[in-house]
């Protein structure tokens, strides 16, 4: 196989990166879990406030490095260029998809969870391939797989588990732009439609089990891919959405882009090496907070724009949700670069 990878931190790195990607998923889930364990009922204001927290801890900030991420993988300096490429990037991609909300908005809502499923599960694949180094994700195929039972996991299973808050949330989010577009979105809330879809997701996370286990040659990181797969699917099967989605968002994704965000940096991934997670954060923070400060801003001028002026949590988390939207699909396209750089892709 041809690697050539510019930056390529040394595969301790990567472990450590790795444990440390799996203590931050495991606290997700075991947080979650232990919270619908020991309270009968959580009051939705405690759902919300992992969601409310990623805009400034790790979920918002994640993608905020984005300008730097490819010139740096290439081991080349972070030019002003460079910085305006991405920058247009975000303005058309992000700014067409907002027009589209304003438009479509039940369209662009759909779209945002497929494009959900394809960003979150491309994250996934990268960590299983790149960190946890896992040998059975061999053909393009297989990563493909592991892609949709990933990503569609926190979209799929909170739709047959918990219909009403999903369709709570997605109503809130539509319902800034359309006040009667509830009837569009109510035909995905049909018991048969959420079996169908449930029992397409249920196929494909079976084929990737038994193709899995067919291709491994160790057992250990096929053992590590079902853990993780098992508790996602248990987290998102008992926990509610709004929760679980903000436990998730920042402390499984978020998490796992950060660290590669790191890797590719020399001196973070430096300070990774010796154990120095904090200065790897302090150079993150540092590197995220311009634009993360620019994305509240958005958020903000955003709830001044929608047809309805957000008055309560959930609505003022339903314009965040639209902005994270419109900043992930230009940042899906960076991650696509990166996998491209990193050759995720071509096997
Ligand atoms: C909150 C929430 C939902 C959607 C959240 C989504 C789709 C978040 C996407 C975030 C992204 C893509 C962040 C960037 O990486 C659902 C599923 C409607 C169910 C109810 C709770
Ligand atoms: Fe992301």
């Given at each position: 196989?041809?690697?050539?990878?510019?930056?390529?931190?040394?595969?301790?790195?990567?472990?450590?990166?790795?444990?440390?990607?799996?203590?931050?998923?495991?606290?997700?889930?075991?947080?979650g879990?232990?919270?619908v364990?020991?309270?009968?009922?959580l009051?939705l204001?405690?759902q919300f406030?992992p969601l409310?927290?990623?805009?400034?801890?790790?979920?918002?900030?994640?993608?905020?490095?984005?300008?730097?991420?490819?010139?740096?993988?290439?081991?080349?300096?972070?030019?002003?260029?460079?910085?305006?490429?991405?920058?247009?990037?975000?303005?058309?991609?992000?700014?067409?998809?907002?027009?589209?909300?304003?438009?479509?908005?039940?369209?662009?809502?759909?779209?945002?969870l497929?494009?959900t499923?394809?960003?979150?599960?491309?994250?996934?694949?990268?960590?299983?391939?790149?960190?946890?180094?896992?040998?059975?994700?061999?053909?393009?195929?297989?990563?493909?797989?592991?892609?949709?039972?990933?990503?569609?996991t926190p979209i799929v299973v909170p739709l047959v588990a918990f219909p009403d808050q999903y369709a709570f949330v997605a109503?809130t989010i539509?319902?800034?732009?359309?006040?009667?577009?509830?009837?569009?979105?109510?035909?995905?809330?049909?018991?048969?439609?959420?079996?169908?879809?449930?029992?397409?997701?249920?196929?494909?996370?079976?084929?990737?089990?038994?193709?899995?286990?067919?291709?491994?040659?160790?057992?250990?990181?096929?053992?590590?891919?079902?853990?993780?797969?098992?508790?996602l699917?248990?987290f998102f099967a008992s926990v509610p959405p709004i929760l679980a989605i903000g436990l998730y968002f920042?402390?499984?994704?978020?998490?796992?882009?950060?660290?590669?965000?790191?890797?590719?940096?020399?001196?973070?991934?430096?300070?990774?090496?010796?154990?120095?997670?904090?200065?790897?954060?302090?150079?993150?923070?540092?590197?995220?907070?311009?634009?993360?400060?620019?994305?509240?801003?958005?958020?903000?001028?955003?709830?001044?724009?929608?047809?309805?002026?957000?008055?309560?949590?959930p609505?003022?988390v339903?314009?965040?949700l639209?902005?994270?939207?419109?900043?992930?699909?230009?940042?899906?396209?960076?991650?696509?670069?990166?996998?491209?750089?990193?050759?995720?892709?071509?096997?």
């Amino acid at each position: 196989m041809d690697r050539e990878i510019v930056v390529t931190p040394a595969s301790e790195t990567r472990a450590r990166a790795a444990t440390l990607a799996l203590v931050t998923a495991a606290a997700a889930v075991v947080v979650g879990l232990t919270l619908v364990t020991v309270f009968e009922s959580l009051p939705l204001s405690v759902q919300f406030v992992p969601l409310v927290a990623s805009v400034l801890l790790v979920g918002l900030p994640h993608g905020a490095v984005d300008h730097l991420v490819i010139p740096r993988t290439r081991g080349e300096p972070a030019t002003l260029r460079w910085i305006a490429a991405i920058g247009l990037l975000y303005l058309v991609l992000g700014g067409a998809y907002l027009v589209l909300w304003f438009l479509e908005p039940t369209a662009a809502f759909v779209g945002f969870l497929f494009l959900t499923v394809v960003h979150w599960g491309q994250g996934d694949v990268y960590a299983l391939v790149e960190l946890v180094g896992v040998d059975h994700l061999r053909t393009r195929f297989d990563r493909l797989l592991a892609l949709f039972v990933r990503g569609g996991t926190p979209i799929v299973v909170p739709l047959v588990a918990f219909p009403d808050q999903y369709a709570f949330v997605a109503g809130t989010i539509v319902g800034a732009f359309d006040s009667d577009a509830a009837p569009a979105l109510a035909a995905a809330f049909d018991p048969m439609v959420r079996g169908a879809i449930g029992a397409v997701f249920v196929t494909l996370v079976i084929a990737s089990l038994v193709r899995g286990f067919r291709r491994a040659d160790s057992i250990r990181s096929w053992l590590i891919d079902v853990t993780e797969l098992g508790s996602l699917v248990v987290f998102f099967a008992s926990v509610p959405p709004i929760l679980a989605i903000g436990l998730y968002f920042s402390l499984w994704h978020s998490v796992r882009h950060v660290l590669r965000a790191m890797l590719v940096d020399d001196r973070a991934s430096a300070a990774i090496e010796r154990g120095d997670v904090r200065a790897a954060s302090v150079r993150f923070a540092r590197d995220a907070a311009p634009l993360t400060a620019g994305a509240v801003v958005i958020v903000a001028g955003l709830a001044l724009l929608v047809p309805r002026t957000p008055t309560t949590v959930p609505e003022g988390v339903a314009v965040y949700l639209v902005t994270l939207a419109a900043l992930t699909l230009p940042h899906a396209v960076v991650v696509s670069a990166l996998d491209r750089e990193q050759r995720l892709w071509s096997v």
